[in-house]
């Protein structure tokens, strides 16, 4: 399978604790990006890099949130002291960016989180 | 209000029927505009991608941009029970990388 790869399918933990996430880009991609959406509704951007580097953040993304692409190859979304409200479906997705015009984006499955 | 605006529907049509489905926009920055199609607990599909107005045909999907009209449109001849999925609108300003903006989504059901 060459799509993009997200680990695991599905999270459920106790509110306070902490949870990390993986995704897989298609290999070639050097964008990778993150994204979050809830019941009813579309994808919100979190943040995305470009090779390793962290390149933008959504005021969305609390400093309970933090991600990691080391090595500008798979990446990491790590929530901290987790709230009910981060409720939702982490989408990890990646693009092939030659030039802003042409970027497709891919979306994985989704990490399905749910905070008890 | 939001940036995007789309008929959550859900829309039911019989299998055969032509599927309109349209968003508006109020950002007059968004350049290029997308269609995704998302099966239930998958991750959204793209499947059709346009960076002007007019009109764009792959296979039994047509996507239409009026930009003058801030206003989208994906149409799908022939739909198919495999059809049923619920179906985004994204857009994108350039020089933003893909940081999209999505609509809330369409849910189709395509009856036999």
């Known amino acids: 399978d060459t799509g993009v790869s997200q680990n695991p399918r599905h999270k459920i933990t106790k509110r306070g604790q902490n949870v990390t996430f993986r995704c897989d880009p298609i290999?070639?991609?050097?964008?990778l990006y993150w994204y979050r959406q809830t019941l009813g509704q579309g994808p919100e951007f979190l943040t995305y890099?470009?090779?390793?580097?962290?390149?933008?953040k959504s005021r969305l993304l609390s400093d309970r949130f933090s991600a990691e692409r080391p090595k500008g190859s798979f990446s990491t979304l790590e929530i901290q002291r987790t709230e009910q409200g981060d409720s939702a479906m982490y989408l990890c997705?990646?693009?092939?960016?030659?030039?802003?015009?042409?970027?497709?984006?891919?979306f994985g499955s989704g990490t399905q989180l749910s905070v008890l | 209000q939001k940036e995007v605006e789309q008929d959550p529907g859900p829309l039911s049509v019989p299998e055969g029927a032509i599927v309109s489905l349209n968003c508006t926009y109020s950002?007059?920055?968004?350049?290029?505009f997308m269609w995704y199609r998302q099966y239930s607990r998958k991750g959204p599909e793209l499947l059709m991608y346009?960076?002007?107005?007019g009109n764009k045909e792959d296979g039994r999907f047509t996507a239409q941009v009026d930009k003058s009209s801030k206003y989208i449109s994906l149409f799908i001849r022939d739909s198919q029970p495999s059809d049923s999925a619920t179906y985004l609108c994204?857009?994108?300003?350039?020089?933003?990388?893909?940081?999209?903006?999505f609509g809330t989504g369409t849910r189709l059901q395509v009856t036999l």
């Open positions: 950002n007059s920055a968004f350049q290029y």
């Open positions: 890099f470009q090779n390793e580097a962290q390149l933008e």
């Open positions: 346009t960076y002007s107005s």
């Open positions: 290999s070639e991609h050097n964008r």
């Open positions: 997705a990646s693009s092939l960016a030659l030039s802003t015009a042409n970027e497709k984006l891919f």
């Open positions: 994204a857009m994108g300003a350039a020089g933003t990388a893909s940081k999209l903006t």
